[in-house]
């Protein structure tokens, strides 16, 4: 059992486009009315900006922020505090104004604003690195963390390809140490692999085009997720590591951690399998430190330490103040792991990974992508790519060989064959694989408060014969009798009229009419239409358990793998009304076969929801329409709530 403790961050998080003009809005919530404007020369237009919203609320600006946060420019910004009578912070910038801003807040308990324009998430942390003396230092603290964080992804649209590319992977190696670090927990092992995925996606489009602003706001959610990762989990080698060579020897910051991260995680890959894999799963690639590497070598990022400055000869030292001091960290450090490390770091050499004998395809990939440049439909064209970008990543990581591939496509081609107008294998592959329920589940998720859907299967006909209400559809078949009394309503409850409804099953034996050669005409199938209160009724029979046609290749494959090929017992509907959204949905017969057990020994496709598992209330004597029955027969008495269309 895994034990974890986790803490939430109480930041107040304001997302979107145009956000900026929310900031004095913000600041007045705080209770403020003397506010600090912090910011860097750099950052001019974008402090312009901030001085008309914030409007009378201003009283002072300091814009010598400077990276690794000085203490000398905490103590001259401290002095504009101390002046003017300051009651909040505001920054805007990157790393270097929030870390100045955190080093006031600590020292003054003043709240703050940050306002970011990069992705280096420290804006969310409790976290304050600072540098006195040639050395930095970090300390954690609730009285760090800012009170609210304002994202614009319109401010980010000006930030240079380079500075984002570096500034996105500092983000990445916020949310790879948290997927290693002894206090990581479940909450914040789901935002670092959303992270890592979305920056995946996101950096190669704005390396690409800048000026792409969906992916800037997916790379700027992302850094967001990563912060807050790193908020709430401890550091390991590649931050201190990075705050080493910053703060000691004057590199850049996020230049550094882009060129650390990879072998960063080379270092420690053997001591954090577990992690590894999961990270190069949410980068589509077989191995993670060359699948970072090779990420910042394709969007252009630094890849060696020489090119940042760091001479030759201090990499000995680097490395003795790195292990000087321990700290949590998957592996055991030593001075000369790290000094191997740096050494590889300076070079700009690709790390030897977990699977050295894969090339790096990443540019195929890429021009397979660029190929779907000219595809008109915007939705068609991020499906296909994603769809490569998946399948690619799938051969890579599984070292594919042509035989397997060919096993695959073989399949494939026989499913194709044994298709029919009757029999559809390719939806039976989608069902069992449960694919066909993630869709019916992503779908029914927008529609809360009214009845879950389910999915088609294969025996649904288009156009079955109409039937009056009271009918019976079973056409004769043995089995027992059924008497269905169904009312459709909206969601508020009102009977939906002239709703058209089609109701499909098996027979007593579990199979469909269009398996039963032997049938002249469809039979358990008819379409009603709801009278004026919403309401249908019919004859039929009880509706049993039933295997899916396990002859093809979907049936040994379910074979194969130990898993039976049964369904639940239920009742098809597929209703249409206008004005409303159609629902397709199954009713469960509660207490059948194969509604619970273990993975594998339920539901074939994977299609039952606790809502729909409804009574077959067993009957005896007198029925509903007079009809005489013999024994038992079953009641099913249910309201389907139906969408409206959104306008």
């Known amino acids: 059992m895994r034990s974890f403790v986790h803490t939430a961050s109480p930041s107040r998080v304001l997302f979107g486009a145009g956000t900026v003009r929310q900031v004095a809005a913000e600041a007045d919530r705080l209770g403020a009315s003397r506010v600090l404007l912090l910011s860097s020369p750099p950052l001019e237009k ?167 602003a969906e992916a800037r706001a997916e790379l700027l959610k992302a850094a967001w997720l990563a912060g807050m990762c790193l908020g709430a989990v401890g550091m390991g080698l590649h931050h201190k590591l990075c705050h080493t060579l910053g703060g000691t020897f004057g590199l850049p910051h996020a230049e550094t951690h882009t060129v650390v991260l990879p072998h960063a995680m080379a270092y420690n890959a053997p001591a954090a399998a577990d992690a590894m894999e999961r990270i190069a799963r949410a980068l589509g690639v077989p191995d993670a430190p060359t699948g970072v590497f090779d990420l910042v070598r394709r969007v252009g990022g630094p890849t060696s330490l020489r090119d940042l400055g760091m001479a030759e000869g201090d990499l000995d030292r680097a490395a003795e103040l790195a292990a000087s001091q321990p700290y949590p960290n998957p592996r055991e450090l030593s001075r000369d792991g790290i000094a191997d490390l740096l050494r590889d770091a300076w070079e700009g050499r690709r790390p030897t990974g977990a699977a050295p004998s894969v090339p790096d395809l990443s540019a195929l990939t890429d021009e397979v992508v660029a190929s779907f440049d000219g595809y008109a439909d915007p939705r068609g064209r991020e499906l296909l790519t994603d769809l490569v970008r998946t399948l690619h990543g799938y051969a890579i990581r599984n070292d594919l060989t042509p035989p397997e591939w060919q096993r695959a496509i073989g399949f494939l081609t026989e499913a194709g ?115 004026a209160d919403g309401r249908l009724t019919f004859w039929s029979i009880l509706p049993s358990e039933y295997p899916i046609p396990d002859d093809g290749p979907v049936g040994r494959m379910l074979s194969a793998v130990g898993r039976h090929p049964y369904r639940a017992p239920h009742l098809h509907f597929l209703i249409n009304a206008p004005g409303y959204q159609p629902l397709i949905t199954q009713l469960f017969v509660r207490g059948g076969a194969y509604l619970d057990g273990a993975p594998g020994q339920r539901d074939a496709v994977f299609g039952v929801k606790d809502d729909l598992i409804t009574d077959f209330t067993p009957r005896t004597g007198p029925t509903p329409d007079g009809r005489p029955v013999d024994g038992e027969w079953r009641l099913l008495d249910f309201t389907f709530r139906i969408a409206r269309l959104a306008r």
């Open 417 to 531: 064959h044994i298709t029919t107008g009757t029999r559809q294998e390719f939806i039976l592959l989608s069902d069992t694989l449960g694919v066909s329920s993630v869709v019916d589940a992503l779908a029914n998720s927008r529609t809360p408060g009214t009845t879950s859907s389910a999915i088609l299967g294969p025996f649904y006909v288009a156009g079955p014969p109409a039937a009056e209400h009271g009918s019976d559809i079973a056409g004769g078949l043995s089995g027992t009798p059924l008497w269905s009394d169904i009312r459709v309503t909206g969601p508020e409850g009102k009977p939906v009229a002239e709703a058209v409804v089609d109701v499909w099953q098996s027979n007593e034996d579990g199979f469909y009419d269009v398996q039963l050669p032997d049938l002249e005409g469809p039979v358990l199938r008819a379409r009603f239409t709801t009278d």
């Open 46 to 212: 974008y402090a312009a900006r901030l001085r008309d919203v914030l409007g009378g609320l201003l009283v002072a600006e300091f814009d010598g922020a400077a990276m690794h946060t000085p203490v000398e420019v905490t103590e001259r910004a401290l002095d504009v505090v101390r002046d003017h009578r300051v009651d909040c912070l505001v920054a805007i910038g990157g790393g270097s104004t929030t870390g100045l801003a955190k080093a006031l807040a600590v020292r003054t308990d003043l709240p703050q604003v940050i306002v970011p324009t990069t992705y280096a998430g420290s804006e969310v942390t409790p976290v304050l690195g600072e540098t006195e003396d040639g050395r930095k230092v970090t300390r954690s603290s609730p009285a760090i963390l800012p009170e609210t964080v304002v994202y614009d992804v319109d401010l980010t649209l000006g930030l240079p390809a380079t500075m984002s590319i570096t500034s996105g992977v500092n983000a990445l190696a916020h949310a790879v140490e948290a997927l290693y670090s002894p206090d990581a927990d479940p909450v914040t092992d789901a935002m670092a692999l959303e992270a890592v995925a979305a920056i995946a996606r996101s950096l190669p489009a704005v390396h690409d085009d800048p000026s792409d």
